[in-house]
């Protein structure tokens, strides 16, 4: 199911968006007022006598036109920044080399298992040791040579189980729209924690349904453990969700780790 917290987010956003919509249309259809107001507020600056008068009236009549002009300009800001995400995650993941799943049988007997021969993306990569998904209309899991080299099969299967989740969610679809919108109401600094916390959940569910197929959180939390020493660099993708992703994985180590207990 959809997050609560997602449909909230998006709805709020939608809504400040459209309200920055109808505000311009409205400073258009009245700007030879607007402009007037501001020659007329010029004008009484100079009588001190009648300033005291004017700077209510004055700022109730300008403050839509502020409103919407902070939101206009989030609007272009969040376009230009994700067009620069997009451009950037395809960059990058142009300069992944495919390689053939007979490379690693173990990972090739996985595939099989899920049924995920057309949704993972094997890359030849002995430094990058990552998993992660991405892709916004259509999602993969993309592996690289290092880390499936480095990881047991049990292992592998879990991280495969985590990313799984991800894709057949939509979460990279639902994770670009929360930073679009963040991108967009950066003057609201609640927004950016709602963010993390959304983020946040996503990787707890997903961490949630490895558990419930598998049934060993201890040994899912060391197979987090394990991905993370192994990093030593962030995830050099834009659009993305990593199996070790920026929310803090100590704190999942730990959540699973007293879910055991």
Same mark, same amino acid.
């Given at each position: 199911? @959809?997050?609560?917290?997602? &449909?909230?987010?998006?709805? =709020?956003?939608?809504?400040?968006?459209? %309200?920055?919509? *109808?505000?311009?249309?409205?400073?258009?259809?009245?700007?030879?007022?607007?402009?007037?107001?501001?020659?007329?507020? /010029?004008?009484?600056?100079?009588?001190?006598? %009648?300033?005291?008068? @004017? *700077?209510?009236?004055?700022?109730?009549?300008?403050?839509?036109? *502020? /409103?919407?002009?902070?939101?206009?300009?989030?609007?272009?800001?969040? *376009? $230009?920044?994700?067009?620069?995400?997009?451009?950037?995650?395809?960059?990058?993941?142009?300069?992944?080399? !495919?390689?053939?799943?007979?490379?690693?049988?173990?990972?090739?007997?996985?595939?099989?298992?899920?049924?995920?021969?057309?949704?993972? =993306?094997?890359? !030849?990569?002995?430094?990058?040791?990552?998993?992660?998904?991405?892709?916004?209309?259509?999602?993969?899991? $993309?592996?690289?040579?290092?880390?499936?080299?480095?990881?047991?099969?049990?292992?592998?299967?879990?991280?495969? %189980?985590?990313?799984?989740?991800?894709?057949?969610?939509?979460?990279?679809?639902?994770?670009?729209?929360? %930073?679009?919108?963040?991108?967009?109401?950066?003057?609201?600094?609640?927004?950016?924690?709602?963010?993390?916390?959304?983020?946040?959940? &996503?990787?707890?569910?997903?961490?949630?349904? +490895?558990?419930?197929?598998?049934?060993?959180?201890?040994?899912?939390?060391? @197979?987090?453990?394990?991905?993370?020493?192994?990093?030593?660099?962030?995830?050099?993708?834009?659009?993305?969700?990593?199996?070790?992703?920026?929310?803090? +994985?100590?704190?999942?180590?730990?959540?699973?780790?007293?879910?055991?207990?």
């Amino acid at each position: 199911k @959809t997050p609560r917290i997602f &449909i909230i987010l998006v709805s =709020f956003s939608m809504f400040l968006i459209l %309200l920055s919509i *109808i505000g311009t249309f409205s400073i258009l259809k009245n700007l030879s007022g607007y402009i007037s107001g501001i020659k007329l507020f /010029v004008t009484h600056c100079f009588a001190l006598e %009648l300033l005291p008068l @004017t *700077i209510l009236p004055m700022f109730r009549f300008s403050l839509p036109f *502020i /409103v919407a002009i902070i939101l206009i300009f989030g609007l272009i800001r969040a *376009i $230009y920044k994700s067009l620069q995400k997009i451009k950037r995650n395809n960059q990058i993941l142009r300069n992944f080399s !495919k390689i053939s799943f007979e490379e690693s049988p173990k990972l090739k007997k996985i595939i099989n298992e899920f049924k995920l021969a057309n949704s993972v =993306f094997f890359f !030849k990569s002995d430094n990058l040791l990552y998993a992660f998904s991405s892709g916004i209309l259509q999602p993969k899991i $993309y592996l690289s040579t290092g880390l499936v080299n480095n990881l047991s099969s049990e292992e592998l299967r879990a991280v495969i %189980l985590h990313e799984k989740y991800h894709i057949e969610h939509r979460d990279i679809l639902k994770l670009f729209f929360i %930073l679009f919108f963040e991108d967009c109401l950066f003057f609201l600094p609640v927004y950016r924690w709602l963010s993390g916390a959304y983020r946040e959940l &996503i990787e707890k569910i997903g961490d949630d349904k +490895v558990v419930s197929l598998l049934g060993d959180p201890l040994n899912f939390a060391k @197979t987090l453990l394990k991905v993370v020493k192994l990093n030593s660099t962030e995830l050099p993708v834009g659009i993305g969700l990593s199996i070790v992703d920026r929310y803090p +994985v100590e704190k999942r180590i730990k959540r699973l780790i007293n879910r055991e207990e």
